[in-house]
């Protein structure tokens, strides 16, 4: 098992950059991928950016590519998400989460199976 604490949101203007904060207690923290994802009212929670238990391997989606930056800390047991460059679309509740990692790495697959509570980030034009 493992708990995870979002922070770091708040409002930008467009342009502006926030980074946001995931960490986690419980055991072994270096053996879970870890991802962010976000998710706007009443559409479906999308994965942003995710990153390999090595920390060797990262990816993101398309939208975010070249802007976000994943990273993460195994000392303090903590993932961050760098956001450059934001704009009002990447406006939304973002979500840090956790699986075991595995042998190959994938985005998407398997699922994630321990989430945080959320962060609110907002980006004013």
């Known amino acids: 098992q493992v708990q995870l604490v979002e922070s770091g949101g708040g409002l930008v203007q467009a342009g502006g950059s926030l980074r946001l904060s995931c960490t986690a207690s419980g055991r072994r923290f270096e053996t879970y991928d870890m991802g962010w994802f976000r998710q706007d009212p009443g559409e479906e929670r999308t994965i942003v950016a995710g990153i390999e238990w090595t920390g060797g391997t990262t990816e993101y989606a398309g939208s975010v590519k070249g802007r976000f930056t994943i990273s993460r800390d195994n000392a303090k047991n903590t993932v961050y998400l760098q956001m450059d460059s934001l704009t009002p679309e990447d406006t939304a509740i973002y979500f840090c989460?956790?699986?075991?990692?595995?042998?190959?790495?994938?985005?998407?697959?398997?699922?994630?199976?321990?989430w945080g509570r959320g962060t609110q980030v907002t980006v004013s034009s």
């Open positions: 989460a956790a699986r075991i990692g595995g042998l190959r790495y994938s985005l998407n697959d398997p699922p994630y199976n321990f």
